[in-house]
């Protein structure tokens, strides 16, 4: 599966951890991330990423034209809900689009530890069906 994964600047440090204790789970489908946000995710775990822009220079508009062209299949974006973001838009669009599109969509580390235990128990698999890959 497809994965992207983004962080607001509080919530780097998170994202990071999340991905380290789910390396194994993370090492088995193709990632993708905004800019910084990858770039810590590499120096801590080496797992492979393809980055994007930072999301309020467009990294989270490239995440959603994946999804609008249905190349994503997970998103994992820990949001800090305590500051005003300046690119809020770009944010709303991509979680539009993911509805549209029924991309499961974690803003929490509880919910993104959801779908993460859900790849490791190949309880996603819905999402080939709605690719067209079965």
């Not at 991330?33 to 980055?51: K, N, V, Y």
């Not at 994992?76 to 993911?98: G, K, M, N, W, Y």
């Amino acid at each position: 599966m497809k994965i992207a994964l983004i962080a607001h600047d509080r919530m780097k440090e998170e994202i990071v951890q999340l991905a380290v204790a789910y390396k194994p789970i993370l090492a088995e489908h193709e990632l993708f991330a905004t800019g910084t946000t990858g770039q810590r995710i590499i120096e801590a775990t080496s797992l492979p990423i393809t980055r994007f822009l930072s999301g309020p220079l467009g990294g989270d508009q490239q995440i959603g034209a994946m999804v609008a062209r249905n190349e994503m299949d997970m998103i994992i974006f820990l949001r800090d809900p305590l500051t005003s973001q300046p690119h809020e838009p770009d944010i709303q669009a991509l979680v539009r689009l993911c509805d549209v599109h029924k991309i499961p969509f974690a803003t929490n580390l509880g919910t993104a530890e959801i779908l993460l235990r859900s790849l490791e128990h190949g309880e996603l698999e819905w999402r080939n069906i709605v690719r067209g890959e079965r």
